[in-house]
Every structure is written in C-alpha cells, then in structure tokens.
C-alpha cells in the first residue's frame, strides 16, 4: 500500500524552488502502480546547442505542442521536461474529460463577451473533445474511458435554487444536459449531500496516465525530440532576439520557446509570465476496492464522474477496479503537501458525503497524492505571447485535461503564426495577480471563508 508517510518528503514548490529536482520520482499515485504504460526513449546525455522551437514542459499541453509542431509543421521540435514525461499533473488528476476550462459558464460567457462569443467557445470546447478521441483511439486500452457522464451535484438543500438556475442557462447550450432531482438522483448516488444534480453525458472518466504517454508516444513517432530530467535552470535572452536555455545536459540557443509548464512553472522561469498566476495544490486519495455491501450502501454504478458546488468542491468516481477516487483542494505550501492531516481532511470530506462507509473512512487510504493547478486570477486560461518569440498556454483552473490537448495545438499554430479563433483565450494576456508576494496569504484567506460558508 503507498500511504501518505511512504511519500518523498521534498516536494516541489513552484513559488520557492527555482526548478523542479530532475530526480524526483513520479507521485505514488494509483494510476502509477496500476497502468501498464509505454514510453518513448527519453533519456539522454546531452542536447543539441541550436534549436528552432524548444518546448518547457512534458504534460498535455507540451506533448500535444510538439506533436502539432511535428506533425503539421515537420518541424525539428526539442522538448524539455524537467523530470520524467508527464510528471506533473498530466499524471496526478483524477481523469476528468469534462467540456469547460477555467471556471467561466457558457452563460457567464454571453454576458461578458455576448452570445456569439459564448456559442464558438462550446464549438472550440468541442474541437478539443474531438482531439481527445484522437487520443483515445491511439491508446492500445483505450485510456480505460468510463463513459457515465459527469454529475455537479448540489450538496445541501440551499444550493439547489442556484443549480437550477445553472441549469435552465446551460440547457439554452446543451439541451442533452438533464436535471436530476432528489429522488432520480438517489437512484445514481446515495448520499445525504446530493439534492439535485446536472447530468453532463458526453464527458467521461479517463486514465490520465495512459493518456499522457499516449501522446507522447504519438509525439515522437512524429519526430519530436522528447528530452527527461532536464530542467531549465537559467534562461537568458539574447540581443539577437533569441533564447539561450541552460540545463544539467547543456545549453540550448533557440528562436521560439512554448512554456507548457502549467502549475508547475518555477516563479521566477521568465519575467514576462512572472506573477500572473496561482498554483494551488490538489489532492487525491485512492480506498481499497470497496466490498459489494460498500458499493450498494452508496449505490455508485462505477461510471459516473462527480463533483459538488462547494467553493472548494469535492470530487470522486468510481474506478474500474471498484476503488474509489475522491478528491479536493489540498494543502496551501509545497512543504506540507505530504502531511497525512490533508488525507485526514479528504478522508473527513468522504465520510460526510458518505457516511455508511464509515468504517472504510477509518481506514488510511491506499494511495494519497498531490498535484499542482494553475489558477488564473479572472477564471480562464490563455494562449498567448508574453514576449517576442514566447509563447505559453496556461491556467486552466484545475480543468484541463480535455481542453489542454486543444490548447498545445494551438500555442504550437501560434508560435508558427497562424491566427487563432477570435475568442478570449486567446486575444488577451494572463492578468498579473496584485501583490503577487501575498498569492498564498490570500489564498489562504479564501480557504477560510470557504470552508466556514460551506461546512
């Protein structure tokens, strides 16, 4: 069993360590213990001095980069990953394929940008669907997609009113959305947090690790040079207007840089990304399989992906072995990720959501992990170009596994000067965050007013 004590006890903080440590082993996840995965040869004892495109980052986001830079542009792409391929939290979420990114509804869309704005959103959340399928179809096991859909439940009696109204804006864009209330919901889920639910059916779970090294597997057969254990420890810009990248296996003089790093972006890698966003850890626990008389207590089918209305949600599914995932914000510093207060705190969380397992809740869970989000500080993502010959795609709020394969497509389509959509994603810079210094006292004033409105 992997507990939260068998964790390393070094955890990489992006707003205190100037660069992941290249030897860090993967988390000791579930997903990592239970996923037969292949991958591309990644290890090597130096890189190449000159380069026209370097890609910082072997998660979604840099893998689906370079396979766009690869495969549609035949460019010789280099990727660097400061530890191994899918470190970071394309190995650590929960498998969530939802249609969104960031925090912002559809409706919220319309309001801020009008209905036109709002309609090709859902049609670029669409795309990004669409490229994930392609992913899919890659994986000998098919990403083990659990296909239920996703339910956002309203966890006590007074949410109901505002998912409701959720609901009627939503329906307007996806009229297969249905609402479930107390009683049918009762049938899919028995818990006395869940009141009313809204049923998404085209999302589904996923096992993020197979879908990692699913594309990076396809990246490489492509001709993408994918480089592990390779941090960017300095970076200096040139005169001449390119980009000089030192690591431990050498220095490498580039013309374009993508920086698909996402929540694990040291601080301080480039001032023009400097401050503009939030990373905040997320925690996950993984249970033993639960007993027959366990799954019918709480009437789980084993497809579903859920999720609360809580400030700071909850979420949790079922997984094909009858384990059961549940997950939620975790500690605030880097340092104490690892402590088994934030297992107790999930473990806590799970017991109110189902208290007749009791019992189990008692139990320490088999697997307890840690991720890092980026959080953006107006709700949304961008793909953008902070500095001449610099590009990014980052801040998707903890919602990124679908749409971040769309999204390293297309910072890819821009560092190669394509025009993107006209769509906010993509026509405005990540707002710097005030007093980034304070990002963590503020934060941790949220989580208190949060945890007091919703407990």
């Known amino acids: 069993m992997q507990h939260a004590s068998s964790q390393p006890s070094a955890f990489y903080d992006p707003l205190h360590h100037p660069y992941p440590d290249p030897q860090q082993p993967h988390a000791p996840s579930y997903w990592q213990q239970h996923s037969s995965t292949q991958w591309p040869v990644t290890s090597h004892s130096s890189i190449p001095a000159q380069a026209e495109l370097v890609v910082i980052g072997g998660g979604y986001s840099g893998l689906n980069a370079a396979l766009e830079l690869a495969e549609r542009y035949q460019q010789q792409v280099l990727l660097l990953e400061a530890n191994h391929i899918g470190w970071g939290c394309s190995s650590r979420n929960a498998g969530f394929a939802m249609p969104s990114t960031g925090r912002l509804s559809y409706a919220a869309w319309a309001q801020r940008a009008g209905e036109a704005t709002a309609r090709a959103i859902q049609v670029e959340y ?29 966890h006590s009696a007074k949410a109901v009113a505002l998912l409701a109204k959720q609901f009627t804006a939503l329906h307007h864009y996806e009229p ?75 220095t490498v003089t580039a013309n374009k840089v993508i920086i698909a790093s996402n929540g694990y972006t040291p601080n301080h890698l480039h001032a023009s990304i400097h401050g503009r966003s939030l990373p905040v850890l997320s925690s996950v626990l993984v249970t033993r399989p639960l007993r027959a008389d366990e799954r019918a207590a709480c009437g789980l089918s084993g497809d579903q992906l859920v999720m609360d209305t809580r400030a700071l949600k909850y979420y949790f599914r079922l997984l094909p072995d009858g384990r059961l995932l549940f997950g939620g914000r975790g500690a605030i510093r880097g340092k104490d990720a690892n402590k088994a207060l934030y297992a107790q705190h999930l473990l806590a969380g799970l017991a109110t959501t189902f208290p007749q397992l009791a019992s189990l809740c008692a139990e320490p869970p088999e697997y307890f992990w840690s991720g890092w989000v980026s959080v953006a500080l107006d709700d949304y993502p961008r793909i953008y170009s902070p500095a001449a010959g610099i590009y990014t795609s980052m801040g998707y709020c903890g919602a990124g596994v679908t749409f971040s394969q769309l999204a390293g497509a297309r910072v890819a389509q ?29 934060q941790w004033a949220y989580y208190q007013w949060a945890r007091w409105q919703h407990n």
């Open 414 to 442: 821009l560092a190669m000067g394509e025009k993107l959509p006209e769509l906010p994603f993509y026509q405005s810079a990540l707002p710097r965050i005030p007093l980034p210094q304070l990002r963590r006292l503020g």
């Open 126 to 154: 669409a795309a990004a669907f669409e490229r994930l399928q392609g992913h899919l179809h890659a994986c000998p096991e098919q990403l083990q997609q659990q296909p239920g859909g996703y339910l956002k439940i309203a």
């Open 176 to 250: 297969q959305t249905r609402w479930l209330a107390q009683a049918p919901l009762a049938e899919l889920i028995n818990s006395p947090q869940a009141h009313a639910a809204i049923h998404f059916p085209h999302s589904y779970g996923l096992n993020p690790l197979l879908l990692a090294s699913s594309v990076a597997r396809q990246a490489a057969a492509a001709g993408a040079q994918l480089v592990s254990h390779c941090p960017v420890q300095h970076w200096q810009s040139l005169a001449d207007g390119r980009q000089q990248l030192h690591t431990p296996l050498g």
